[in-house]
């Protein structure tokens, strides 16, 4: 019983979901009149603790700075560079992430985006007080960057994992209320 509780936990834990930013094109630096292209893209997908970003570029950069960094396209003292060309970020923590490129003029021509992470579903249901909700999280404020839909359908390249994830999750959430019937 309890390795088998172990082993769904497991499956849980390594559905995780790698984000392709950009999708075919990358991250590069936008063309045409979408002013932000990735916050639109990112406010139709959602992310948890454990997915993680994948950013494919050629002589760019990815930053993840904070807040004011990412308001005034500050390259400024980041909190991580990236400039390898091709970056895997992977999300240790809920709340919000803020990425800009730091090649010059391009975050100001809407090379950045925000990521709202949210508490893995698993960690949700097997903790026993209520996971904080990531919608009240770290202070800052939303300015309409479209994260009303981020609970709209999950994207279409990671269903398959969702599906696997959802699966296991209903097998965990089944062992969860057999032991909780026997204690
Ligand atoms: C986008 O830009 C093109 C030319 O740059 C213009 O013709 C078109 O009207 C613009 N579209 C919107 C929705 O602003
Ligand atoms: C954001 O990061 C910049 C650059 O490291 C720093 O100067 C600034 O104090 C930071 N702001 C906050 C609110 O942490």
Redesign the pocket.
Known sequence: MFSLVFISTVAVATASVQFKVGGDKGWTKPIGNNSEPYNEWASRNRFHVGDSLYFKYNIDSVLV?????YTDC?V????FKFKDGETVFEFDRYGLFYFISGESGHCKAGQKLIVRVMVHPAAAISSPQPAQSPMEDDGSNDNGDGWASIWGPPPHNSTIKQTVASYFMTALGGMLVIMYLLM
Not at 65 to 69: I, P
Not at 76 to 79: Q, S
């Open positions: 700075v904070n807040r004011t960094s500050s400024a003292n980041p909190t």
